[in-house]
């Protein structure tokens, strides 16, 4: 096996994957979407949750996902399902997504930038990230 750079990987991964960003992101869930976020407990606390969003920790994501074990979200209807998985800048949410459409989730979808972008873009617009809506 050829070795190959993290960049070359995060590349092929998002060549696999849609990119949303944070304007489009109420749109891309529609009705029935699923927001996954993959973030450790520590940058929850420090950075702040996106509401609505569920949480699956990026170590346990491919088993609430699996359809097919014992482990899967209950909130899942099906591999058609619309799915924004982010993370605090959008690159593991972008290897999270790819893997997700591995397992056969053809609507998986990451947050651009993640949760600092969806962040930045309420504060742009003049409104706080804690108010309820994406």
Request: aromatic residues 8%; proline residues 5%.
């Given at each position: ?33 699923l ?33 097919s ?29 790819a ?17 600092r ?18």
């Amino acid at each position: 096996m050829k070795p190959r750079s993290v960049d070359e990987l995060m590349n092929e991964a998002r060549a696999r994957i849609e990119r949303i960003t944070p304007e489009q992101l109420a749109d891309a869930l529609g009705e029935g979407g699923l927001l996954i976020d993959i973030r450790p407990e520590g940058q929850r606390a420090a950075e702040g949750v996106l509401p609505g969003a569920l949480v699956v920790e990026r170590n346990v994501l491919e088993w609430r996902f699996d359809l097919s074990g014992p482990y899967h979200l209950e909130q899942l209807t099906g591999y058609d399902q619309p799915v924004v998985i982010f993370c605090s800048e959008g690159y593991a949410s972008s290897f999270a997504a790819a893997s997700l459409r591995e397992l056969g989730f053809a609507r998986a979808a990451d947050l651009d930038g993640g949760f600092r972008a969806w962040a930045a873009s309420r504060s742009s617009q003049g409104r706080e990230p804690e108010d309820g809506a994406l």
